[in-house]
């Protein structure tokens, strides 16, 4: 009986490709990253379908061009009816999860971005950093280890989360200068 291969699929914004160790950046330290590339599959010549991330995201996760899905631009929802590979590998019995960006539907309400027929048994949503979503998984990691930070961050002004003022980290910097330890790439699990 042959046993089935784990998969793992990295998928970054906004990163250069020639930013890790293994892509030949000497100064980058990125020893995990460079052991997977050496240990599985490193693809060194990549087009992406749009250059905006939303859109090539969804090519990348149903395999066509967004003029076949749908998702034309950020902030446009990728239409129900758009099947997904994650779906296949669960129908396959992979057990499958999705930690941090997923990016395929606007975030507008404040929540999650909507689920749809993904096959994720693991959903750790976080939009980001600096999107004070009641469902950002980062920040409530960030609120129960550290505490003191996400106090300095987010102060309680006693305003309902879901207002303007309770996201004033969506401007940029408190969020962005957080210590290492604390930080939204040191990695996190609830």
Request: glycine share 8%; proline share 7%; hydrophobic share 30%.
């Amino acid at each position: 009986m042959s046993q089935r291969p784990n998969v793992l699929f990295i998928c970054t914004d906004q990163q250069r490709g020639d930013s890790m160790g293994c892509t030949g950046a000497d100064w980058a330290v990125t020893p995990n990253l460079d052991q997977f590339a050496a240990e599985g599959a490193l693809f060194r010549n990549c087009y992406v379908q749009n250059p905006v991330c939303s859109p090539s995201r969804a090519s990348l996760f149903t395999g066509k061009y967004p003029s076949n899905h749908g998702l034309y631009a950020n902030g446009v929802p990728l239409p129900a009816d758009q099947h997904m590979f994650t779906r296949t590998l669960a129908d396959a019995g992979y057990d499958c999860g999705m930690i941090g960006k997923q990016h395929l539907a606007p975030c507008d309400t404040w929540r999650t971005e909507p689920r749809r027929d993904d096959g994720y048994r693991v959903f750790e949503w976080a939009h980001g950093p600096n999107h004070r979503a009641l469902e950002n998984d980062y920040h409530r990691w960030l609120r129960k280890m550290h505490p003191d930070i996400y106090q300095g961050i987010f102060p309680d002004t006693g305003a309902n989360e879901n207002t303007e003022y309770s996201n004033q980290s969506r401007t940029g910097t408190p969020i962005d200068h957080v210590p290492k330890e604390a930080h939204y790439t040191k990695g996190y699990s609830i």
